[in-house]
Nanobody, 115 residues
Framework: QVQLVESGGGLVQPGGSLRLSCAAS????????MGWYRQAPGKQRELVAT???????NYADSVKGRFTISRYNAKNTVYLQMNSLKPEDTAVYFC?????????WGQGTQVTVSS
């Protein structure tokens, strides 16, 4: 069973940047689509960015133009570069397949945007 470990979160001021990493314990090269999800307090988990094997990406409107997802299959890692962060980006961020169901959720990484 592949396990996912997210890292790179932290406290950042509005307008700042963070780079999240998601390391898989096994190969993700055969998985077509990987994504980053987030869950804010009291809200449902939402998909914010998707990348497919060919490299095409898709973003939620709320992060489009600010977030960039990438994947490095040789290192079984998925990244999320987050720029121009806003307080409403505060959430626990998770990576997983798109759609979910192939791999269990990891613990996520907390991102807090606050002055």
């Amino acid at each position: 069973q592949v396990q996912l470990v997210e890292s790179g979160g932290g406290l950042v001021q509005p307008g700042g940047s963070l780079r999240l990493s998601c390391a898989a314990s096994g190969s993700i090269s055969s998985i077509n689509a990987m994504g980053w999800y987030r869950q804010a307090p009291g809200k449902q988990r939402e998909l914010v960015a998707t990348i497919v094997r060919g490299g095409s990406t898709n973003y939620a409107d709320s992060v489009k133009g600010r977030f960039t997802i990438s994947r490095y299959n040789a290192k079984n890692t998925v990244y999320l570069q987050m720029n121009s962060l806003k307080p409403e980006d505060t959430a626990v961020y998770f990576c997983n397949t798109v759609p979910v169901g192939l791999i269990s959720w990891g613990q996520g990484t907390q991102v807090t945007v606050s002055s």
